[in-house]
């Protein structure tokens, strides 16, 4: 367990929305911690359409996800929040002081003053291989997470997917100080959703020897003294074969989950949490919701409502932790204390 962190302010999620309340925290002079399950940030626009064009951003007549998080990371940037990426918010619970212990899946806790939920449609996590007696391994020789050269340096390395981080880590796996002793593609058929210049990379590195690529259907496992030792496959002719292997990697792509948040005890809505919209909190004192996250009548799900959102509710969030102080409304082209804090006075 690591030593609690207190802060004033915990944003869980570090998508767009997330990103932006960061920033108008920050113009109200409060700091705060983010946490994200991804092991970067941007949430869907990173994941899922990163570059695909954006048009409806404010002022930006267009842009892909992956300009958009990068700008917004710029934009946030003066005011220094710090990430935990990687882990998962598990539980909240109020304390005797009225403060917040937030604590993730790694084991950090938070003492925190007021949360912000920007979680989207919950936390992108990966799809996992659907195998019986294949969890047994989860983590020693099955990943699911980030691949990582340590894993796989020296061993038979079978990777299964079909879009860029599929390729990518099997182009990198099959050269270098860390590569694997054997490294093979797995995917149903001899068709990729990647890019075409990583397509043409990984035949050009079958051709070379350097890998190779397998189709079939996984179907089961094999398991010998303890350790996994092979993939049962079923492949396009019909015909049951083996592939043997010491690491499996998937790169199956991220699905979201609520996960954690339906067991938090605050009022939902077909999966959404309710809020009042004159500053976006939910009925929990300290907890507010913002971006898709949410629920209220009239509720669009797009990114520059979500950016409303975020700006009422640290609004919302000094006025609860600053209640002897008058919020006065200031703006950043005249005034000299958010000169300050975006540091260009």
């Given at each position: 367990m690591n030593h609690p962190i207190e802060t004033e302010a915990l944003v869980i999620g570090a998508g767009p929305v997330g990103l932006f309340q960061v920033f108008q925290l920050g113009l109200?002079?409060?700091?705060?911690?983010?946490?994200?399950?991804?092991?970067?940030?941007?949430?869907?626009?990173?994941?899922?359409?990163p570059a695909k064009p954006i048009y409806d951003i404010p002022g930006?007549?267009?842009?892909?996800?992956?300009?958009?998080?990068?700008?917004?990371?710029?934009?946030?940037?003066?005011?220094?929040?710090?990430?935990?990426?990687?882990q998962q918010v598990s539980t909240i619970e109020r304390q005797a002081d009225q403060r917040l212990a937030v604590c993730?899946?790694?084991?950090?806790?938070?003492?925190?003053?007021?949360?912000?939920?920007?979680?989207?449609?919950?936390?992108?996590?990966?799809?996992?291989?659907?195998?019986?007696?294949?969890?047994?391994?989860?983590?020693?020789?099955?990943?699911?997470?980030?691949?990582s050269p340590e894993r796989w340096a020296g061993q038979h390395l079978v990777v299964a997917g079909d879009a860029d981080t599929a390729l990518q880590t099997c182009l990198d796996a099959s050269q270098g100080p860390q590569a694997a002793a054997s490294v093979t593609?797995?995917?149903?058929?001899?068709?990729?959703?990647?890019?075409?210049?990583?397509?043409?990379?990984?035949?050009?590195?079958?051709?070379?020897?350097?890998?190779?690529?397998?189709?079939?259907?996984?179907?089961?496992?094999?398991?010998?003294?303890?350790?996994?030792?092979?993939?049962?496959?079923?492949?396009?002719q019909g015909e049951t074969e083996w592939l043997h292997l010491d690491v499996l990697q998937t790169c199956l792509g991220l699905s979201p989950k609520l996960g954690p948040v339906a067991q938090w005890g605050l009022a939902m809505d077909r999966k959404q949490l309710v809020v009042n919209t004159e500053n976006f909190a939910t009925a929990e004192p300290g907890?507010?919701?913002?971006?898709?996250?949410?629920?209220?009548?009239?509720?669009?799900?797009?990114?520059?409502?979500?950016?409303?959102?975020a700006t009422l509710a640290a609004f919302g969030a000094v006025a609860l932790l600053r209640p002897e102080q008058k919020t006065l409304l200031q703006y950043t082209t005249t005034s000299t204390l958010l000169h300050q804090r975006l540091g260009i006075a």
């Open positions: 109200q002079g409060i700091h705060c911690h983010v946490v994200d399950a991804l092991p970067h940030v941007g949430g869907q626009c990173a994941e899922l359409y930006i007549p267009f842009c892909t996800g992956s300009e958009l998080v990068e700008r917004l990371q710029q934009q946030v940037a003066p005011f220094k929040p710090t990430l935990h990426l990687g993730t899946d790694k084991g950090q806790t938070f003492l925190v003053r007021t949360l912000f939920i920007a979680a989207g449609v919950g936390a992108f996590v990966p799809r996992r291989m659907a195998l019986d007696g294949l969890n047994a391994f989860e983590g020693s020789q099955v990943f699911a997470e980030h691949a593609l797995l995917h149903r058929r001899d068709q990729f959703a990647a890019t075409p210049e990583l397509i043409s990379q990984m035949r050009q590195a079958c051709s070379a020897g350097r890998m190779r690529f397998v189709a079939g259907q996984p179907t089961g496992v094999r398991i010998e003294h303890g350790r996994l030792q092979a993939l049962e496959l079923l492949n396009p907890i507010f919701a913002v971006g898709d996250i949410n629920t209220y009548p009239g509720k669009k799900k797009l990114i520059l409502c979500g950016f409303h959102e």
